[in-house]
């Protein structure tokens, strides 16, 4: 508390420099927003927009839900396990699904997204999944080991 | 007055918040991921401005032609960076989420526009990263802007906005770094360390997954690159064709000239003319901005050599300009630096074959250390520019 109601000069000054500079810099890209016609002001609002309220009230909440709801009913000890597993599924389809979609694709040119994107998709969630699946059996075997071995249950 | 059930007032304003009940979060977690998260946006802005400023120099603007692949290191890490910020971002975004529903929404004017700023931050952080993938996606449709000039402007607002939460935040962000490293309370759920250690591996599978795309090596193991240096006309990717360039016939016609015009002279070079004149051979990347690369053996004649043929010297800049009628990218122009150098070539083979049309037969510019979109393709000019 009292790094904020008594701050030292010099962290004062890199603060104000830091929003001076901020306020500078996200200024002169308002500015070329507003100002770039190649921009389309209504389009980019309206993307911008959509995101963000996309993000915050559909697509972030959904994921805690989602994740809530499907880790609900195991142990704890799997716990984390399967909330980790569920967190790189989720960011890894933000990178596949615009590629597993496949709009960007052109009749004219085969080498743009030239692979099988579903079936790369489909390894990588294996790979997550098999990787999970080996850390659950390593934490049960471990925890069936502590509790049946009294010598190791002191290192757990 | 009518009596709200229990369930349903958790979901007053002021009551929102408490629905949250992860003792994960903490500023200590807060600080850790938005430490990492600066260094990518920083690395992404700094990356990003130089592949800008090679395209449209300030005065003040110095590229050299060597090392040959240093722009694609630069842009095969902005790309990179970019989609590392993926779990970065979800993560750090999901440390502060119950702090959105905070009521009363500000305590004074200074607050509510620190929380305004806040709000310019994360839609900026978040219009960067989903229009990189879409663009490297080469899935234009939801983005019905200039994908080009909005990413650069949105980078600045963004790295401001950063600066700004910075300096807001600094004395919160060095107690949680400097606090000793207490265990996170015993709950049910994830560790601290755990969180970090997932959004960790995700980036390694992210990155691993589509960084074939300018590594070569792994360009077996990246399921989803966007692009596959080894596919393509002549084993090599392409970014635009032919047909989609509309310079098929222009290309393809006997009685093709190229004009190279300097201060002595200006020639009209046939093919079979260019194809007599003395042939280098280079191994350069092709190295688009969307961050894919590929290397590959160039043939052809040197620029400085055509430049010398009329009357330019090493002090002069080369501008060349393609058949294609309608591109921002039909005109480029080489800086002395990139005009002088013995691997810039006008190239008219690869892999020891004629150009592809689609590689820009009749012939093409390739010179070390430059965006694929300046390597004009079809080109049918060559001016020589005295300072």
């Given amino acids: 508390m009292t790094a904020t109601r008594h701050p030292d000069r010099q962290t004062t000054w890199i603060r104000r420099l830091l929003v001076a500079a901020g306020v500078l810099a996200a200024a002169y890209g308002i500015i070329g927003v507003l100002t770039d016609p190649s921009v389309y002001l209504p389009n980019y609002a309206r993307y911008t927009i959509t995101v963000l309220f996309g993000h915050d009230l559909l697509v972030l909440p959904a994921a805690i839900v989602v994740g809530a709801v499907l880790t609900r009913w195991l142990p704890a000890w799997a716990r984390p396990v399967v909330q980790g597993a569920l967190f790189v599924t989720a960011v890894l389809t933000v990178v596949a699904l615009p590629l597993v979609l496949g709009f960007g694709r052109t009749a004219d040119n085969p080498s743009a997204l030239p692979r099988d994107y579903p079936r790369g998709y489909a390894i990588c969630l294996a790979v997550i999944w098999l990787v999970t699946a080996g850390l659950l059996a390593v934490r049960a075997l471990r925890r069936h080991r502590s509790t049946t071995d009294p010598n190791t249950r002191e290192h757990l | ?122 839609a900026a952080a978040l219009f960067q ?45 060095r107690r949680a770094l400097r606090a000793p490293d207490r265990p996170t309370p015993q709950t049910t759920g994830m560790s601290r360390r755990g969180l970090l250690t997932t959004v960790g591996a995700a980036i390694g599978l992210i990155t691993v997954a589509t960084i074939g795309q300018t590594l070569r090596p792994l360009a077996g193991l990246s399921l989803l690159g966007p692009r596959d240096p080894r596919v393509g006309p002549q084993g090599l990717p392409v970014n635009k064709s032919a047909a989609s360039a509309g310079v098929t016939a222009a290309a393809t016609d006997p009685g093709y000239r190229l004009e190279v015009v300097g201060p002595a002279r200006t020639l009209r070079l046939s093919l079979a003319e260019l194809g007599a004149l003395a042939q280098h051979t280079a191994q350069l990347p092709i190295t688009c901005v969307e961050g894919w690369s590929a290397t590959a053996t160039w043939s052809g004649v040197r620029i400085r050599d055509l430049a010398a043929a009329v009357g330019g010297t090493e002090a002069a800049s080369v501008r060349v300009t393609s058949l294609e009628q309608n591109s921002l990218y039909r005109v480029s122009t080489l800086a002395p630096p990139h005009a002088a150098d013995p691997l810039t070539l006008l190239a008219l083979r690869v892999a020891g074959q004629p150009l592809d049309l689609d590689h820009g037969y009749p012939c093409r510019l390739i010179a070390p250390n430059r965006p694929g979109v300046l390597q004009t393709k079809w080109v049918a000019r060559i001016e020589v520019l005295q300072p």
């Fill in chain 2, 1 to 122: 007055m009518v009596r709200v059930p229990e369930p349903l007032t958790r979901l007053y304003p002021a009551n929102l918040s408490r629905l949250f009940t992860s003792r994960l979060r903490s500023p200590q977690l807060t600080s850790r991921l938005g430490r990492i998260l600066g260094i990518a946006v920083a690395v992404c802005f700094l990356t990003g401005y130089i592949s800008h400023a090679i395209q449209h120099p300030p005065a003040w603007f110095y590229w050299p032609s060597r090392p040959v692949n240093l722009y694609r290191v630069t842009q095969g890490l902005h790309v990179a960076t970019g989609l590392a910020i993926v779990p970065l971002l979800a993560a750090k975004l999901w440390s502060v989420y119950p702090k959105l529903f905070r009521w009363p929404p500000f305590r004074d004017p200074v607050h509510a526009v620190e929380r305004l700023s806040l709000f310019v931050l994360v």
């Fill in chain 2, 129 to 173: 990263v989903t229009t990189g993938i879409l663009n490297i996606a080469l899935w234009y449709s939801p983005m019905s802007f200039f994908f080009t000039t909005a990413h650069y402007w949105t980078a600045w607002i963004l790295i401001g906005a950063l600066a700004i939460h910075i300096g807001v935040k600094l004395p919160i962000i």
